[in-house]
């Protein structure tokens, strides 16, 4: 079992940079991969981005990739998501979550194990 507390959301402007950090409790935190989600209020809950156990292999939606940066630090139990040129379409909720079986794409909610509480991101025009 795994547990996931986010934090470094906050309020900032368009154009703008925020990292949310993401500290996992356990000792097999290395042989979970990772995932960033976001969700606003009335709508499905949508993938930002994964990374391989090792942080070798990384993944975004189209909607952040060439702005947002996965990555993580295995010897630290932490993920992080270093969010560049925010938008304010970028203001969501957004969580951190970790799956515990490496042979799926990633993308999908139903494939993570672990969820976050959400640390709230707001972008403003």
């Known amino acids: 079992q795994v547990q996931l507390v986010e934090s470094g959301g906050g309020l900032v402007e368009a154009g703008g940079s925020l990292r949310l950090s993401c500290a996992a409790s356990?000792?097999?935190?290395?042989?979970?991969?990772m995932g960033w989600f976001r969700q606003a209020p009335g709508k499905e809950r949508e993938f930002v981005a994964t990374?391989?156990?090792?942080?070798?292999?990384?993944f975004y939606a189209d909607s952040v990739k060439g702005r947002f940066t996965i990555s993580r630090d295995n010897a630290k139990n932490t993920v992080y998501l270093q969010m560049n040129s925010l938008k304010p379409e970028d203001t969501d909720v957004y969580y951190c979550?970790?799956?515990?079986?490496?042979?799926?794409?990633?993308?999908?909610?139903?494939?993570?194990?672990?969820w976050g509480q959400g640390t709230q991101v707001t972008v403003s025009s």
């Open positions: 979550a970790a799956d515990s079986y490496s042979g799926r794409r990633h993308i999908e909610v139903y494939e993570y194990d672990y």
């Open positions: 356990g000792r097999t935190f290395s042989s979970y991969v």
């Open positions: 990374v391989s156990w090792s942080g070798g292999t990384t």
